[in-house]
């Protein structure tokens, strides 16, 4: 039986991740799923020289635990990268200030959630689990009304419009935020960051939930579990 990649490794254009090594190979259809794309598309591999791969030496390289990932902005073909990793990112112990303007124009700033513990979500528009999550990001929203929540993506507020329109996103969503992020030490889609009433950080999951198949389903007990544990992180500190 093979095994599914873990969906951290299922890339994010900005950065890559590592992927760690497993015993089973992966398959091209378990990249087609991360990414969202259908048997019709074409996808070309590459090292980091822009060298060409077969699928069996990518995979292999990729189970072997190299980083593999899509460019940012990239158009035309499918292409996807392998790349050595980088060192190991450090988690965020800080939320800089917020001081920014929402796709419909409204201000937002870190005082406005002030006595409510606040769950940002990091996004972007071409992120397969990202969309894949949405509907269980709007339900869980609906159950907690006493829960503040905001999404950030570094996609330009049109793009993020367009997202919020295609996928139902209800969460307040704030885009052209790629400085901002770069301060918040964001590195990987999607990622979550919990704040306490007093604007503090408590914890940081990096990456996505943590299910066991890349085609599992992200459900609001998945998303009510993720809230207890960067919750829980609080009290390692």
Known sequence: MKRNIPLVCALFLAWAISCPAQEDAITEEQIR?????????????????????????????VMEGKNFGKPMGQDGPFVLTVSEPGPPQEMPTTFPDLDMVDIDGR?????????RELLVNFFFAECAPCIEETPALNEFARRNPQLAVLAITFDTA????????????????????????????VYAYPSYYLLDKDGSLIGVKMGGMDKPTLTEATTVDHIASLLESLRGSQSKQ
């Open 33 to 61: 799923e991360a990414f969202g794309l259908d048997a019709s598309t074409e996808i070309f591999y590459q090292n980091e020289d822009g060298e060409a791969l077969g699928f069996e030496e990518f995979a292999k390289l």
């Open 107 to 115: 201000p937002v700033h870190s005082e406005d959630f002030f006595g």
């Open 158 to 185: 049109d793009i993020a419009r367009q997202y919020v329109l295609e996928h139902g996103f209800e969460w307040p969503v704030v885009g052209d935020a790629q400085e901002f992020m770069f301060g918040a030490g």
